[in-house]
């Protein structure tokens, strides 16, 4: 069977079988294995195991369980109820505040959980209901949580960008520098765009009822200023990992080690978090995610094993690069795949398929490979607020169930929009990824 019809058979097969429900993993490494077999014989299947194990034995991805487990200590203590209550003092009184001061409070909480699944549920579970109360329409109040809960996979500490730098053998502390400017961008036009929605809905400028006697107020700053204090400690520790990594201090699996233990243990001391049960659920909501994504690159890894076994690699990266386009034609396919290709598979599964085909390709085409990561990214955030699989989408609908999906989409839209303006903004002025890597850590690393 020639390459071409063995990848259509394996792209059919493999939609089919995540279109009835099969975990990614599952169906990533079926395929496989079912295409191996089919291909080479039984004996094939002797590579299986070792190729499996030896996806996962790179020191790298120690990180990646560490920094889930330092998100899971965020997440799980009261950290998003006392940001978000601290962002709400300063900016809830501005004409649709409180929205804007969900996606701030969602860049910061993304920062400190590295997850958008933990940022959009643990922001979301806050303001969703205070913006339903307040008066905002559900698609906004639906909207600016799932939009901003993307940012938890491009503001660093990103395990994305962890799974990226070690599927491309590329910097992992410029990869973490290089989404920070960009993760603003698109918070400052989350915002914008939040602003205008609220203009067009009637404002929500008074946050507080009128009558509220000065007594009460006070009481509310004093208790937003506590929770300020409360935060604070975590920003620190989220600034102390990021300066050890760009100052080449220590490795990201080093500083993932240190941010877990400091951030389990602020969890304990400033949040009185002593109970046995509290620490089984964050350890047990660590070991989930952590196994869930080692099992999507293991198979992935296997996947794409298969794929260059079957001469289909080579056979999709031959035509692209034999393509006779301008450079930004090629990147414009590129994208178009990566955002089909969110529509349907978690960002790490993309990635790890993807990002080595991908790398020698932008680089002939003289693009920086930290820029495309960027790019790549934004395109998976936007397929976390898209169907049909659209994870945030999901979580919203789980907060609040009453809303519609059809809100809760429609008010998600308008930010895949600002995202996409925001990639069209990269390739104008590309510095806005480059400048802040080259100016830390020198040009060309």
Do not use: H
Request: hydrophobic share 60%; proline share 6%.
């Amino acid at each position: 069977m020639d390459p071409v019809t063995s990848g259509i058979l394996v792209l059919v097969v493999l939609l089919t079988l995540m279109a009835i429900g099969t975990p990614i993993a599952f169906a990533l490494g079926g395929v496989s294995v079912a295409a191996l077999v089919m291909d080479r014989g039984m004996g094939e299947l002797t590579y299986f195991g070792e190729t499996f194990f030896n996806s996962i034995a790179s020191f790298g991805f120690v990180a990646i369980p560490m920094f889930i487990l330092m998100g899971a200590a965020v997440a799980s203590s009261p950290t998003g109820r006392d940001l978000y209550r601290s962002l709400d003092l300063w900016m809830g009184r501005l004409p649709g505040g409180l929205a804007i001061s969900n996606i701030a409070a969602c860049s910061i909480f993304a920062a400190l959980s590295g997850s958008s699944p933990a940022t959009a549920a643990a922001i979301g579970k806050l303001g969703i209901p205070e913006m339903r109360k307040r008066g905002y329409p559900d698609g906004v109040a639906a909207g600016c949580i799932a939009a901003g809960g993307t940012l938890g996979i491009l503001i660093p500490p990103s395990v994305t960008m962890i799974v990226y730098g070690i599927s491309t053998e590329t910097s992992i502390g410029r990869l973490f520098i290089a989404g920070a400017m960009p993760g603003l961008m698109l918070a400052l036009l989350f915002m914008a765009w939040t602003l205008i929605a609220c203009k067009l809905a009637g404002g929500y400028s008074t946050p507080n009822p009128v009558a509220e006697v000065a007594a009460q107020v006070k009481q509310n700053i004093e208790g937003n200023m506590k929770a300020l204090v409360r935060v604070l400690p975590f920003l620190v520790v989220v600034m102390g990992i990021l300066f050890a990594l760009y100052g080449g201090v220590a490795t990201p699996s080093e500083a993932a080690g240190v941010g877990a233990f400091l951030c389990l243990a602020l969890a304990i001391i400033v949040y009185r978090m002593w109970q046995a049960r509290p620490l089984k659920i964050i350890m047990r909501d660590a070991l989930r995610e952590s196994v869930m994504i080692m099992l999507i690159i293991a198979a992935a890894e296997i996947f794409a094993f298969a794929l260059s076994s079957l001469f289909i690699t080579q056979t999709v990266a031959g035509a692209i690069a034999d393509l006779e386009v301008n450079r930004w034609v090629l990147m414009g396919v590129i994208n178009l795949f990566l955002l089909v290709a969110g529509f349907f598979l978690p960002p790490v599964a993309v990635i790890v398929m993807t990002a080595p085909i991908l790398l020698p390709i932008i680089q002939a085409a003289n693009f920086d490979p930290y820029w495309f990561a960027v790019v790549l990214t934004i395109n998976l955030e936007i397929g976390l607020i898209t169907p049909p699989v659209g994870l945030n989408l999901f979580i919203i609908k789980g907060i609040a169930p009453d809303i519609s999906v059809r809100d809760i989409l429609m008010g998600s839209l308008p930010y895949a929009l600002c995202m996409v303006l925001g990639i069209v903004l990269l390739c104008f002025f590309p510095s806005i990824v480059t400048w802040l890597p080259d100016a830390v850590m020198g040009a060309g690393g």
